[in-house]
């Protein structure tokens, strides 16, 4: 049994991480929708699985036969769409021979990935190359809705785009014969299970200035490739925002892994509390295990290695001052699994080059308009500013030399 954990990430994701990276606060009606072929899944897979998601207390959505009688998909359908958290797409043999289906993966393209929310496609019983290029059931199914709709081919052409898109997103992948059909399943609630405990952290009340630099940041970290494992370091001078913006990349992109752990204030715990801490937390986060006990930094060295190295996980270091703090849980990128991505924020850059780390960000001052908004909402809660206080933003802008402390 193949089982993939990855989903793609599109550059287009970072062009309003403001609302994507609070996404997870949003009061969704359901934790997952579940989008499938009834005739194909409904009383076998799709069915266990979402007797399996409710079991495990995740809220799903499975549709009953009342919702798509005729073509169109009901407006109360599309509302659930939208009010859903994270969409599965089970991908059987005559998935596409449903124009409601297929208008339903256009909608769900469009409301859940297109604001950054998850979208995991299930190939069961299906090859991805035969989604993604029409053949077999694929393309019989769209020859037929080609002589169907040719008089509104525009819809077609969606339908087909549509099955490209899913079919390049990383999934899970069940063919009969493969191994147990239950244990498929828990693997994929065992995943969506710790997606949906994800709580993003608290960036900061007022994000100016992030909005260019989470982009650049998110394109060192070649979101696109999950072939290799990526370092990245973000270094500037302290208070400049070097944490900030790592919570607001960590938050962003959070949901494309298995497992997750953003170690704060690295220097402060390893003088307090030494690496062995550090070890023990950065395997309890990702492994979700709370008996990991390690007594010493070889062995927890050892340990970060065979546990994790299979694992696609994203790991931020905050605050690093010491090479033996990256060489005891993140000596070497083979520590990870492919697509794993570690991200180090720390004020000395001679640090990140020892540690071979080839892409780095350097965070700059604010620039005087994005310093005075930050000032303004900080200390008024809105732009509407009397003329009186000018000269004294003036003076504390100067005085803060766009330093990011007003974030905090």
Not at 4 to 29: G, P
Not at 128 to 152: I, Q, T, Y
Request: net charge negative; aromatic share 10%; charged share 25%.
């Amino acid at each position: 049994m193949a089982l993939q954990l990855q989903s793609s990430f599109s550059s287009s994701s970072t062009r309003s991480f403001c609302s994507s990276s609070s996404s997870f606060n949003h009061a969704y009606k359901y934790d997952v929708f579940i989008s499938f072929r009834g005739e194909d899944t409904r009383y076998g897979f799709t069915g266990y699985l979402y007797e399996a998601l409710s079991n495990k207390g995740i809220h799903a959505f499975i549709d009953d036969e009342e919702l798509q009688k005729g073509d169109e998909i009901a407006p109360s359908l599309l509302s659930l769409i939208q009010e859903s958290r994270i969409a599965i797409i089970v991908l059987s043999p005559n998935y596409a021979s449903s124009s409601f289906c297929l208008d339903e993966l256009v909608h769900i393209l469009h409301c859940i990935k297109g604001n950054n929310r998850l979208v995991l496609p299930v190939f069961y019983n299906v090859d991805p190359s035969d989604v993604r290029h029409l053949k077999k059931s694929f393309g019989e199914a769209m020859a037929k809705h080609e002589e169907r709709f040719k008089n509104d081919m525009n819809k077609v052409l969606k339908w087909k785009k549509a099955l490209h898109q899913v079919a390049n997103l990383s999934g899970y992948h069940f063919n009969d014969g493969d191994g147990y059909e239950h244990k498929f399943i828990r693997d994929i609630v065992e995943n969506i299970s710790r997606k949906v405990r994800f709580v993003p952290f608290h960036v900061a009340d007022y994000p100016v200035g992030l909005e260019s630099r989470v982009p650049e940041v998110i394109s060192l970290l070649k979101m696109d490739s999950n072939d290799r494992v990526h370092m990245v370091g973000i270094h500037g001078i302290g208070g400049i925002g070097k944490t900030t913006l790592a919570l607001a990349v960590y938050n962003l992109i959070a949901n494309n892994f298995e497992g997750v752990c953003f170690l704060e204030n690295v220097r402060e715990n390893s003088n307090k509390y030494g690496l062995v801490h550090l070890q023990n937390i950065l395997l309890s986060k990702i492994i979700g295990k709370d008996e990991v006990h390690i007594l010493g930094v070889n062995e927890g060295t050892s340990q970060v290695q065979q546990r994790l190295c299979q694992k696609k996980v994203l790991l931020v270091l905050d605050d690093v001052d010491d090479c033996r703090q990256l060489q005891a849980v993140a000596g070497k990128l083979d520590w990870f699994g492919p697509g794993s991505r570690v991200i180090i924020t720390t004020r000395d850059t001679h640090l990140l080059k020892c540690h071979g780390v080839q892409d780095t960000y350097e965070v700059h001052d604010l620039n005087e308009d994005d310093s005075s908004q930050l000032l303004i909402k900080k200390a008024f809660e809105n732009d509407n500013v009397s003329p009186i206080y000018t000269d004294v933003l003036n003076r504390a802008i100067a005085y803060a030399s766009g330093h990011h402390w007003l974030w905090k």
